[in-house]
């Protein structure tokens, strides 16, 4: 089969990789429909995480169920099923709880590569879920979406406490952070402040649910947020980036005992003690578990209540990945959607 | 009147000090007829935080009602009370929301010195909760720990989530620790996990609740904990140390999705931002708002339901207060009780 492989900073090539099969007796095999681009697919890209070898890429996928293991129970083949990118048997203690992104046997798709023709996904029944039939075209880009950005955004809302009449704060307009809006929005929150500086994207948040845009960053961002609340701060920040600057204007944007979730992947970020502890938050996040939503996500995709597709704003195919990842890269698009 | 000042660390004095007068509509004038020495109290005296001047010391107290402020209307002279550590309103959006330590209006009581024979409490109505009657002389030192410690460890166990069934780990073996093992068996822990290498205060834990003992630190101890938990860590862990050591061990106890309470006070503590993500915990802490809890609080020791006063293993005049923060300081008592 064909796939990206990542070779060294902005040198990912689309190119002949062995064909996936049956390795373990839970294992499905599934031909990927669509795939895309992730926001944390750019770090290595960038080289800020370091790429010692030739990488397959990608972690977000639907398609349709071509084989499966022996010990397979729910999941057939010809089903259409969208899956996490962490592979979980959902049945451990850590699973039960909501947190299958630390599944005690989990796996990472992102070492598999799913921006690929074919992809081998591990511990099937517990990882992937099929939707009632095999979807129409246009609700494609919209289930891809629960695979990774999401479930991410959703869980980044989960963890910041956003409920009916609460106030909150989306830090990033990336695809996770435009989502997190579109979260917010469903779980019932009154007011949501997305910050953004790019028209487009402004936009989008706007769309998804969005009441206030505020452009300014940092510690300016955070008196902008506190203007619109009373001075106190909001009881729900959402932290889709991962840097510093981005984690501080959280944490300094969230009224004392309200809730930061960070989904964004952290880098290079310290924490003082000092401030965390006077500043009275509560703070989660980490690797979505993004199994835990699928489900409820799936449905309402299904219903047509949610449109999370609209993120992407570039189609490829496959074989153009490359400039898939450009386009992130140079913020031309927010995110790429490609077919095999 | 009299109370302690401090001057430099190691240097306590006991002298006189300006008796205190109403000086807002909304103070009351308390005679306090317990204070004590608090495990943060020892931070200055061991010349950890600075002391730039002779400071006033004490923020623990309970005591009887001597005159109210033309303002006050629930709190009534004769009547005995109990105040926690921050003056609150209680009636702004951060106190109604529980959290009475970052009422928008708080004042520290520990910038007026509660080790002393009179004690000024701002904001009365909001901050102090009056027993039904004049204790009897057994029930003073539980009021007393109500106060601050009894209140912070009882914040740590609800910020760490600690529920029926559940599996606690409390570090720290100083007052607030152990009164976190007691608030845990309150809430219906099922297996409460204290780390202590000293045997006094393993005793007073197993007493207040404790099922299982670890003397091992650090990274020893973490595998420690691991070993009771089938490998994962435990759902709750409470801090009440305030250490890089001890914050980073509370953390790395945790099972993912598990909940970390903090109430030892940070001091040079630096979290790294990716460990923390993939650590995938819920992390909540800071000052207590222990008003949130007394009603309760007392009443559970009215009832006779708990003991926390067991805390106090020393007991002195207040003019002996010197002694009253060495003993501690050396770890030869947990915690001082001083009768002014």
């Known amino acids: 089969m064909r796939g990206a492989v990542l070779y060294a900073p902005h040198d990912v090539r689309f190119e002949e990789r062995p064909d996936p099969t049956i390795i373990e007796p839970t294992d499905a095999l599934i031909r990927v429909t669509s795939t895309c681009v992730c926001g944390s697919d750019l770090w290595p890209y960038r080289g800020i995480e370091p790429v010692t070898k030739p990488t397959p890429m990608g972690h977000e996928y639907v398609g349709i169920v071509e084989e499966v293991g022996r010990e397979v129970r729910t999941i057939k083949p010809g089903q259409f ?5 962490f592979a979980s048997d959902n049945t451990c203690p850590i699973c039960q709880a909501g947190y299958q992104s630390r599944c005690l046997h989990k796996q990472p798709i992102g070492a598999l590569g799913s921006q690929a023709q074919w992809l081998r996904v591990p ?24 695979s990774d950005v999401l479930g991410t955004g959703w869980f980044g809302a989960v963890a910041a406490d956003v409920e009916p009449g609460k106030t909150v704060v989306v830090i990033g307009d990336g695809a996770v952070g435009l989502l997190a809006v579109l979260a917010s929005q469903q779980l019932g929150a ?26 300014e960053r940092g510690d300016e961002g955070v008196e902008k947020i506190k203007e619109l609340t009373d001075g106190i701060g909001a009881h729900s920040v959402i932290e889709a980036v991962g840097t510093q600057e981005s984690m501080m204007q959280a944490i300094r944007s969230t ?3 309200g809730y930061v979730g960070y989904v964004g992947v952290s880098h290079d970020v310290k924490l003082d003690g000092q401030e965390l502890f006077f500043a009275e938050i509560h703070l989660h996040g980490g690797p979505a578990p993004v199994r835990r939503f699928l489900p409820d996500l799936i449905d309402r995709i299904w219903k047509r209540q949610i449109q999370p597709g609209k993120v992407f704003d570039l189609e490829l195919p496959l074989e153009q990945v490359a400039e898939g ?13 490609l077919r095999p």
């Open 255 to 257: 009224r004392p005992g």
């Open 123 to 146: 511990l099937a029944d517990g990882t992937l879920v099929a939707t009632s039939d095999i979807p129409s075209d246009d609700l494609i880009p919209s289930l891809l979406s629960a």
């Open 190 to 215: 009154e007011r949501i402040i997305a910050m953004s500086r790019h028209p487009q994207r402004q936009q989008l948040a706007r769309e998804f649910g969005a009441t206030d845009i505020i452009t």
């Open 325 to 337: 990842y450009r386009a992130m890269d140079e913020r031309r698009a927010i995110k790429t959607l």
């Open 81 to 85: 099923v969208v899956g996490s990118f």
